[in-house]
């Protein structure tokens, strides 16, 4: 969720910056796809698909009022 703090970002994306940030975690897109999905199921992040290139539409996350609560509490916990 830290991820999206900035903004909002396409799943692939999230797991190459993951992969830049947290490599000793070596997540694959079969871990971090369902994880999101999850996320969303739970009002965590909000997804929405963007349909800019018809041939490539890319699934976009941001997080939810929700999410942005849960991640500063997670936040108080590792101080």
Do not use: H
Request: some cysteine; proline content about 4%; overall charge positive.
């Amino acid at each position: 969720m830290a991820l999206l703090v900035r903004g909002r970002a396409y799943g692939y994306e999230l797991v190459k910056r993951l992969d830049e940030y947290a490599s000793f975690l070596a997540l694959k897109q079969g871990t971090v796809y369902p994880l999101l999905r999850r996320m969303e199921q739970r009002g965590l992040l909000r997804a929405e698909w963007d349909y800019t290139n018809p041939a490539k539409p890319m699934k976009y996350y941001q997080l939810t009022d929700d999410g942005i609560e849960a991640l500063r509490k997670m936040c108080e916990i590792c101080r």
